[in-house]
């Protein structure tokens, strides 16, 4: 895949711009707030369909305009012609997208485009944050392969409110009684939407592991080992606590009894699975009034040597399984997509020491030719020069990339 | 800008319907004002009419200016299987594909209990007493392909099941996430002809 040009209008802090990169390696320079981040934001969601950055997606339109646009050419092989695509996101009408002038609707809208991997400097919050940017991290992989998978998302959030009303107002006692036969079918779609999404995480998961840990050995100067492991909120201990339970002695090897991590189980093995945790916590959720079992309570463990990253890491550690998880993702892609993902390099090199600097270029270099590359920084000080050659040299100020000459 | 008393009400009321904005309402309130009055009066006159002498079928609850629908009233229909279908609409949707000859029942809502609709607020009582009689096999769910719409037909297929009665459900191929009163005709006939056991 490469970006041969890109025409935004009222995205973000961008009224009307228009830019052709070079087919390698582009450097952005630009002051705080200039618009680097957003620009890559904008390239991610034309290749991609989806946002980067989790959040609303109606931010991406420029304050005081009805609708943002974000057009790209780019090219997916040597042997076809640029195409044309648009992701047009409207405030009344929502996001639309459109490939050689045609909208793309019904089962051609799950069409990937191509591959597109953001390295940022929030990406600790993958090791540090909340289970829930752990989370976003396998959906994100997970949408990016298959479209269709934000939709599924989507509908199990908008199942699990309605069962979580049902069990709060029963619990609150706001509402009389609740009937199990009213409960019954909101359980029985967070069992089949719940293990779809389960399965979709299980398989990304399954192209992410390996590449990790690989990535991790090369980053690291420890020579210990970084395993990347999903544990479902199905059982009874709640999810941080689980995580916490992971003994440095113990590490966890298996998804789930059973299911191995390059095997991931079949609809009917997640649909049973989650089954029997509902009958388990029923009389817990009734109580607390609050569905406790499902992938948005579930937890992916990143520890090094045995014990969790998040709580044992150090801060170089932590930055180190950060940058393998993006370098896990364009392989990921690359093998899933079929595609030479491009890689959105923001800001990113400025926070690294010299050895992990020279350790992500080597794997960036290693990860294969043939990847258009874009870097963002402040000034060249804090971009690696030295790895890019030869590179485009662009700045961005007042709404505006242009060329920028020399250094 | 303010408008005389009188366009500025109009505006207001337009805007009470669904999808008119103010600009909508605007543009809508100034083309009347531009109308022959004989049209403007036809137009007011055809909302009134339709909603005083418009009322629910005594039996499926679809939308009529009888006491009991055309298709409730034709003795050649098919009086084992009823369709059951969120909307008034959707009755219309499924008529056009002029292949199912059985009968409806309209529940006027889904289960959804983020809005407060739980299973007393849409009609799904009448649809239990309509089963009484003994008369209908097969009740074909044909709810919206949304969470709510499959959480009604979850909820039916385990009331009705107990009945004796068969309870399936249209077969995907609509557009998911999609309402039912814009399939088209093909797939919502091919959708019938798929429809399984909920
Ligand atoms: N929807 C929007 N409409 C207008 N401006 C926006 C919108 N969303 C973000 N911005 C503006 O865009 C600017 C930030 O752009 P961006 O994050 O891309 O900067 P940056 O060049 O990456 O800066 P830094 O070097 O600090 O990372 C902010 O000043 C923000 O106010
Ligand atoms: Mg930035
Ligand atoms: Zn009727």
């Not at chain 1, 339109?61 to 997916?76: F, K, T, Y």
């Not at chain 1, 199990?180 to 398989?203: A, F, K, M, Y």
């Not at chain 2, 005389?4 to 669904?18: N, V």
């Not at chain 2, 959707?90 to 289960?111: F, K, N, S, W």
Request: charged residues 25%; proline residues 6%; contains cysteine.
């Amino acid at each position: 895949m490469r970006l041969q040009h890109l025409a935004l209008v009222d995205f973000r802090n961008y009224a009307a711009a228009e830019w052709s990169p070079s087919p390698g390696a582009n450097v952005l320079l630009g002051s705080n707030g200039a618009g680097k981040t957003n620009l890559l934001e904008a390239i991610h969601l034309v290749v991609t369909g989806v946002s980067p950055r989790a959040g609303r997606e109606r931010d991406l339109v420029r304050w005081g305009r009805e609708a943002c646009s974000v057009r790209a050419q780019v090219v997916r092989d040597e042997f076809s012609g640029a195409l044309d695509c648009q992701v047009v996101w409207d405030r009344q009408q929502g996001k639309s997208v459109r490939r050689g002038g045609k909208a793309l609707t019904g089962a051609g809208r799950t069409a990937v485009l191509g591959g597109a991997v953001l390295f940022s400097p929030g990406d600790l919050d993958l090791v540090k944050g909340p289970p829930s940017s752990r989370r976003d991290y396998l959906d994100l992989a997970a949408a990016k392969t298959l479209p269709r998978y934000r939709g599924l998302l989507r509908r199990y959030g908008t199942a699990l409110a309605h069962r979580n009303r049902l069990l709060a107002d029963a619990a609150s006692g706001r509402s009389r009684h609740l009937s199990l036969s009213e409960l019954q079918p909101w359980t029985q779609q967070l069992i089949t939407l719940g293990g779809e999404v389960l399965r979709h995480r299980l398989w990304a998961l399954s192209g992410l592991a390996a590449p990790a840990r690989a990535a991790y050995a090369r980053l690291s100067d420890s020579g210990e080992a970084l395993t990347l492991t999903y544990v479902p909120a199905a059982g009874q201990a709640e999810p941080e606590t689980a995580g916490m339970a992971v003994h440095p002695a113990n590490p966890p090897t298996t998804v789930l009894p059973g299911w191995a991590a390059d095997h991931p189980p079949s609809p009917a093995a997640t649909a049973a699975h989650l089954a029997q945790a509902f009958a388990e916590r029923q009389a817990d959720e009734l109580a607390r009034g609050l569905t406790l079992v499902g992938p948005h309570r579930d937890e992916l463990i990143l520890s090094i040597a045995g014990a969790p990253a998040r709580v044992f890491g150090s801060q170089g550690e932590q930055r180190s399984v950060a940058l393998s998880l993006r370098l896990a993702e364009n392989v990921f892609l690359r093998q899933a997509l079929q595609d030479t993902p491009l890689l959105l390099l923001d800001d990113v090199f400025s926070e690294l020491d010299a050895r992990r600097r020279m350790g992500l270029l080597g794997l960036l270099r290693e990860a294969g030719e043939g990847h258009q590359t874009f870097l963002t920084g402040t000034d060249l000080a804090g971009v690696p020069v030295e790895g890019f050659a030869p590179m485009a040299l662009f700045r961005v100020a007042e709404g505006r990339i242009a060329p920028a000459d020399g250094h | 800008m303010t408008y005389a008393r009188p366009i500025a009400r109009l505006i207001d009321q337009l805007t009470r319907l669904p999808g008119v904005g103010p600009k909508t309402a605007q543009r809508l309130a100034f083309h009347m004002l531009g109308m022959e009055q004989s049209e403007v009066e036809q137009i007011a006159k055809s909302m009134v009419d339709a909603r005083v002498s418009v009322r629910r079928c005594d039996v499926c609850g679809d939308l009529t200016d009888q006491r009991i629908c055309p298709v409730c009233g034709d003795p050649g229909r098919e009086r084992s299987m009823i369709c059951v279908v969120e909307r008034p609409q959707d009755v219309a949707a499924m008529e056009r594909t002029r292949q199912y000859r059985g009968l409806y029942h309209v529940l006027h809502g889904a289960i959804a209990p983020l809005d407060g609709i739980g299973p007393e607020q849409i009609r799904i009582r009448e649809l239990v007493a309509r089963l009484q009689e003994g008369t209908v096999r097969e009740v074909i769910v044909a709810t919206n392909p949304d969470v709510e719409g499959d959480a009604t037909a979850l909820f039916l297929a385990d009331l009705l099941r107990p009945l004796g009665v068969a309870v399936t459900r249209l077969a995907r191929g609509l557009p998911v996430g999609g309402d039912l009163e814009y399939a088209d005709e093909v797939t919502l006939g091919k959708a019938f002809e798929g429809r399984r056991e909920v």
